[in-house]
């Protein structure tokens, strides 16, 4: 998922915008000036004031790459952030937001506080904690990355013994009220990103946690984008473990209807291909609106297409009528990326069978040459959406100025 961002402070002369050719030099001497405010001890007031300027800073490039510099106050940075009141933690953990936002800042992050991953995880689950969003803001964040992503995985594991730190973060997230003031819609994308990692699909995928079945009713999540994206973008990962497909499709979970509810429309079927949908996604009420969020619609088609690499995957979907869903989303599709994502699996769903021995499609070698032909057709594709979208974005400009039909 893309990057998050906190709006900084108002200005309050330290922002870049203000600079002239000797910018560098000042905004230097400022974080220079405000070290000895955000240290512990000093007054909440002269904490505060500090802390606003650190923000502002964190809102332009030039100020968050002189502050990947300057190690002792990134560790006072991450210190303020974690404080108890009166201590402005709020501004200093966005401030941290907008830092982890740009990924050439991590290592300098990690390097003043190699325990930065579990000191935001404490703060992110702890259920009184105020500002438990922005940690999990800055989290989300940083686990883009790989060797952030394992250092975190690492801070799970070695939780103490009970109850694991996957376990309480999932809990966490699937647990309406769970912190009274912070709602932590983003520890969607923190769960998305550390199931990239194999030892975080296993703990998702163990049949006896029911982790997975807990997470499906969020892919309808009305109040978040952040947190609808995170948990489909984390299904979607999980679907690449074709040997859990069987599961997955199975009456244990059930994801199919999960993944294609969000898809469907208002649209009205004949009686008979009524019946071949799932009870959930028949007769739908004329009001029925899809996934808003372009994204997220094709993280669900892409979920849908890796649990059809088996033959008996691709079975299941053909039987519980996804191809009528799908056929009339590439009709509503307005998103040219997206509809093209929606070709391709209605063309597995339709389209002949494999040959023998090369039935499951993820194990599937491809020769050099045809792969390089593929991607040459990916490249193809791919401009014509980005043509049609620049013939969409000009169309209304040309009728305004009365162009007619020739």
């Known amino acids: ?84 009141a009166p201590a402005p933690a709020r501004d200093a953990s966005r401030a941290l937001v907008n830092l982890a936002a740009d ?27 105020p500002w438990a969003e922005e940690a999990a803001a800055v989290l989300a964040n940083l686990s883009r990355e790989p060797a952030p992503c394992a250092s975190l995985m690492e801070v799970l594991t070695a939780c103490e013994p009970g109850e694991s730190g996957l376990e309480r973060l999932v809990r966490a997230l699937c647990t309406p009220g769970y912190n009274a003031r912070a709602p932590l819609h983003y520890l969607g994308p923190v769960l998305s990103n550390l199931s990239q990692r194999p030892a975080a699909r296993a703990f998702l995928l163990d049949p006896d946690r029911c982790v997975v079945q807990r997470l499906l009713p969020l892919t309808q999540y009305p109040d978040s984008t952040v947190r609808r994206g995170g948990v489909v973008g984390t299904l979607r990962n999980c679907c690449f473990e074709h040997r859990h497909h069987k599961w997955l499709l199975g009456p244990e979970v059930d994801i199919l209807p999960f993944l294609l509810l969000p898809l469907a429309g208002p649209e009205e079927f004949s009686e008979e291909e009524m019946e071949r949908l799932p009870v959930d996604l028949q007769y739908l009420p004329p009001d029925k609106q899809r996934e808003p969020d372009a994204d997220i619609r094709k993280m669900l088609i892409e979920a849908i297409m890796l649990l059809t690499a088996t033959a008996p995957g691709r079975q299941q979907v053909r039987d519980q009528g996804a191809y ?18 929606c070709e391709k699996l209605i063309q597995v769903l339709i389209g002949d069978e494999p040959e023998r021995g090369m039935e499951n499609l993820l194990e599937v070698q491809v020769p050099e040459e045809v792969e390089r032909q593929l991607q040459q057709l990916d490249l193809q594709e791919w401009e014509q959406c980005q043509r049609e979208q620049q013939e969409q974005e000009l169309a209304p400009g040309l009728q305004a100025e009365g162009a007619a039909p020739t």
């Open 324 to 341: 009528l869903i799908l056929r009339e989303l590439h009709s509503w599709e307005p998103e040219s990326d997206v509809r093209l994502t």
């Open 1 to 84: 998922m893309p990057a998050v961002r906190k709006e900084s402070a108002p200005d309050t002369g330290a922002s870049a915008a203000d600079v002239g050719p000797a910018g560098p030099l000042t905004l230097e001497a400022e974080a220079a000036k405000l070290l000895p405010f955000l240290e512990p001890g000093v007054r909440a007031d002269l904490q505060e004031e500090a802390a606003r300027h650190v923000l502002a800073l964190t809102g332009s490039g030039q100020g968050r790459t002189l502050l990947a510099g300057q190690a002792a106050l990134l560790r006072a940075l991450v210190e303020l952030a974690a404080a108890p």
């Open 103 to 129: 990924s050439g800042l991590h290592d300098p992050l990690l390097a003043a506080d190699p325990g930065l991953p579990a000191r935001l995880l404490g703060r992110a689950l702890d259920p009184q904690w």
